[in-house]
């Protein structure tokens, strides 16, 4: 059955907001999910089927590994810069987790913020009531109070973690989950996880107040607001010239318009670059660099000077390898890459795309002066690689079907305010999408705005729709301005899934959605 969702109905759906925020605790909440239209119940995060699909996870290490995660305001060193922040045990990143596929993690988290807050486990295909969704999948854990994480790490790869909560993400609240797999290892000699970042909190207010500022003054690129407030930002004036359907651009990938913030620092570890990490290595050996991008408004640009890279993996999931000068990720993407090591002295940089500045690790093999903080390495102005070029091996790819059921998610903004919306409505509005166990889904991005989105599904990695059947499997994408990303999934994850752009302003202005399974 191919079914089109219409764009949502407002009356509709906020009957449905008004039984979600009356609900109490999460089988309520998700008992409030079933659509207005039909006999249908929404499969929510206690449903049997939610607790069956853990079970069938259930064949792996038979170990459980304990991490205790602590959330708390902190005072963090970013190099240069000290800033009050919130932060997992004091550190920016968090601590990284570390797990083997098929094991079992188990985190004791401690709310120690004066507000909510949950974790969710971006890019883990995880049981639904541990994805850290207030109001969704669990009631946000309170101040003071603790909350155990605990769900079968299926798939290995490179992920992170973060809140489900407001703007805290874009504080300092966000660290690598890597999920190791039997075979890594055999391709490389070192590894480094290096997890990039746009800084403002403590710096230039925080992100809550900067969310204000763009409600105040509109939506950017609206009647010349952005100018006016943020004249700094290189490259980032609005509407641009070349219009709807820009990406064709080698050196504007993402078109005229790359964000909505100008950040006065960029980070890689959560240092600036006048004073970065060194990543050590020989020359001559292969090192993997597994790149997260934990920013909340900004792409980065992604190079290694004097070095050529190639990708193997994308938001943790192997690719076909692909040689690469520079690669361009997406909020919320990772891209693990290998390098065989020069002799010297190197620059690192993640060049906030389209804006002003960027971040910078320096990479050493030997003598030399280390690159100063605003090396800008050749490599830099080749035409990035993006997850659009990235294909699946055989041995990842879904395999070929007729889809069962099409969503259009179509990606709006209003005119007025700063409001982002799907459907054309915001969360608060928004129509779940219904779909059903065992069904193969396809998502449609529909890009009607200006700007990129970086477009997430919780719970699942999807296969990017292309014409030969091999597009790489992917949790986020960007979605290009005036461009349609097709993305298809299996149903094999019960439970109410978020789908939302990445840009977390965006998202908290209205850009998400949920992927409802019913029964
Ligand atoms: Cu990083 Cu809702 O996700
Ligand atoms: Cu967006």
Redesign the pocket.
């Known amino acids: 059955m191919i079914e089109r969702v219409p764009p949502a109905r407002r009356g509709l759906s906020r009957r449905r907001f008004m039984l979600l925020t009356g609900g109490i605790g999460a089988a309520a909440v998700a008992a409030a999910c079933g659509s207005g239209t039909t006999a249908s119940t929404a499969v929510g995060p206690g449903a049997p089927a939610v607790t069956a699909a853990e079970q069938a996870r259930r064949t792996g290490t038979g170990r459980t590994v304990p991490v205790a995660l602590r959330a708390r305001p902190d005072r963090i060193d970013l190099g240069g810069v000290v800033v009050d922040t919130w932060a997992y045990d004091g550190r920016v990143p968090g601590p990284e987790i570390r797990v083997r596929r098929g094991d079992v993690l188990g985190v004791d988290f401690a709310n120690a913020l004066p507000e909510e807050s949950t974790v969710h486990w971006h890019g883990i295909a995880l049981r639904n009531d541990m994805d850290g969704v207030p109001g969704l999948t669990q009631s946000a854990v309170r101040p003071g109070d603790a909350f155990r994480y605990e769900f079968t790490v299926p798939d290995a790869g490179t992920h992170w973690f973060h809140p489900h909560v407001g703007m805290q993400l874009d504080r300092g609240l966000y660290a690598p989950l890597i999920v190791e797999d039997p075979a890594d290892g055999r391709d490389y000699d070192l590894e480094s996880v290096l997890v990039l970042d746009d800084w403002l909190d403590g710096a230039a207010g925080t992100p809550d107040e900067q969310l204000e500022t763009l409600r105040r003054d509109g939506m950017p690129g609206m009647g010349g607001m952005r100018g006016m407030d943020h004249g700094s930002m290189g490259g980032t004036g609005g509407m641009g010239t070349s219009g709807m359907g820009t990406g064709a651009d080698p050196a504007n990938p993402l078109g005229p318009d790359t964000g909505d913030v100008a950040y006065p620092h960029y980070l890689i570890n959560g240092r600036t670059a006048v004073d970065p990490i060194t990543v050590a290595g020989r020359p001559g050996l292969r090192i993997r660099l597994r790149i997260v991008n934990a920013a909340a408004d900004t792409a980065f640009r992604f190079a290694v000077g004097g070095h050529r890279m190639t990708v193997t993996h994308s938001d943790g999931f192997p690719v076909e390898p692909l040689g690469a000068d520079s690669v361009l990720i997406g909020m919320g993407e990772r891209f693990d890459v290998t390098v065989t090591l020069g002799d010297g002295a190197f620059p690192i940089v993640a060049s906030a795309e389209g804006k002003d500045g960027q971040a910078l690790a320096v990479l050493r093999t030997g003598g030399g002066a280390a690159p100063g903080p605003d090396a800008r390495p050749a490599e830099l102005t080749t035409n990035p690689v993006t997850g659009a070029q990235l294909r699946a091996p055989a041995d990842v790819r879904l395999p070929a079907r007729e889809p069962d059921r099409i969503h259009d998610l179509v990606?709006g903004m209003e005119m007025s305010g700063y409001t982002?919306t799907i459907n054309g409505a915001t969360y608060a509005d928004h129509i779940p999408l219904e779909i059903s166990e065992g069904e193969r889904v396809r998502l449609r991005f529909v890009n009607g705005t200006m700007?990129?989105?970086?477009m997430h599904v919780h719970g699942h990695t999807y296969q990017v729709v292309d014409s030969s059947g091999s597009g790489a499997r992917k949790d986020t994408s960007l979605v290009l301005p005036g461009r349609t990303v097709e993305v298809d999934l299996d149903a094999t994850n019960p439970g109410q899934w978020m789908v939302h752009?990445?840009?977390l302003y965006?998202?908290e202005a209205g850009?998400m959605t949920v992927l409802s399974y019913v029964g």
């Open positions: 990606l982002w700007m990129f989105h970086p752009c990445h840009n965006h998202g850009m």
